[in-house]
């Protein structure tokens, strides 16, 4: 990857803002944020390693007011960035300030990767990133992780949520398609949990190449397919399982279509939807489909699927 000049936007909060603000924040972007927020950090430390002895400069940062760092593309406009994260905060009457500056590529991804360490996910997963080495006492299937620059971690709560329905819903054999597969972890999780084959699609080109490369990382490359397209123009074939962790707008536009792709008995699995959204959502599977399962956390939403016979 070249070492370009982006832009980093930094955007200031109070502490109890920080989720919100946060959520709002990675809309903004298709790939990876990082906040900076030590209003627990006493706590954490002690739940996270057990240790109460912390280092003396992170003992001095203000515990008030939490930083949301956002990364902008050479390609792309920050001054969009800027004029959105504001006009949403505003809105949602979260009070902030907002810093831009340069920074190299380099930096910033070697910036976001200090707060990316080893997530056990669900009953059977470990999400690994390539630079943490980690124990497996429970001896989980390690996915081994590579963002690069494409949304999908497993950090955020809509990524896992959906990880624990593929673990429920994925059986030896199926068939997914994962639509907005960003670095591919649906996909790669699916692949590990049994599934035969994977299709994942995702309108950025950046992210089908970061998918395509998780995927050859976990050894299991030669069952998926990478798409560049939006949404499912250009899919085909039918799939036992088909996952969509997006937001609840396109989650809404793309029920009324992916039916077509779904073979009989086909379970369809959407995250990415906040709780004000829920019943949005809800309102556009009416007579298409019936949610059997749900699962919610810290505001976020995921939900599983059949269509109506």
């Known amino acids: 990857m070249d070492n370009q000049v982006w832009t980093e936007v930094c955007a200031t909060v109070k502490a109890e803002d920080v989720e919100r603000a946060g959520d709002i924040a990675q809309m903004t972007v298709p790939y990876g944020i990082y906040i900076e927020d030590y209003s627990h950090l006493e706590e954490e430390a002690w739940e996270i390693a057990h240790i109460d002895l912390i280092d003396e400069e992170l003992l001095k940062k203000d515990r008030s007011t939490a930083k949301i760092h956002i990364y902008i593309s050479p390609e792309e406009n920050p001054a969009e960035a800027v004029a959105f994260l504001s006009e949403r905060y505003t809105a949602e009457n979260i009070w902030h300030t907002i810093d831009t500056s340069a920074c190299m590529t380099e930096d910033w991804i070697n910036n976001w990767k200090k707060y990316f360490k080893p997530i056990p996910v669900g009953k059977k997963l470990l999400i690994r990133p390539t630079w943490e080495e980690a124990e497996n006492p429970e001896d989980r299937k390690i996915l081994h992780l590579e963002p690069g620059l494409a949304f999908g971690t497993g950090t955020h709560e809509t990524t896992r949520l959906c990880m624990e329905l593929l673990e429920e819903y994925v059986k030896p054999g199926a068939t997914l398609l994962d639509v907005g597969?960003?670095?591919?972890?649906?996909?790669?999780?699916?692949?590990?949990?049994?599934?035969?084959?994977?299709?994942?699609?995702?309108?950025?080109?950046?992210?089908?190449?970061?998918?395509?490369?998780?995927?050859?990382?976990?050894?299991?490359?030669?069952?998926?397919?990478?798409?560049?397209?939006?949404?499912?123009?250009?899919?085909?074939?039918?799939?036992?399982?088909?996952?969509?962790n997006i937001v609840a707008d396109i989650v809404i536009s793309l029920t009324g279509d992916v039916g077509r792709f779904m073979k009989p008995g086909a379970v369809y699995l959407m995250s990415g939807i906040i709780d004000t959204r829920e019943q949005d959502v809800l309102k556009a599977l009416e007579g298409r489909f019936q949610v059997i399962a749900r699962r919610e956390e810290r505001g976020w939403i995921a939900l599983a699927a059949k269509a109506v016979k």
């Open 181 to 244: 597969c960003g670095s591919g972890i649906l996909s790669v999780a699916g692949l590990l949990l049994g599934a035969d084959s994977a299709v994942g699609v995702d309108i950025d080109e950046l992210a089908v190449k970061t998918a395509l490369q998780n995927a050859e990382l976990n050894g299991v490359k030669d069952r998926f397919t990478g798409i560049c397209g939006n949404l499912t123009e250009k899919v085909s074939g039918t799939f036992d399982v088909v996952a969509a």
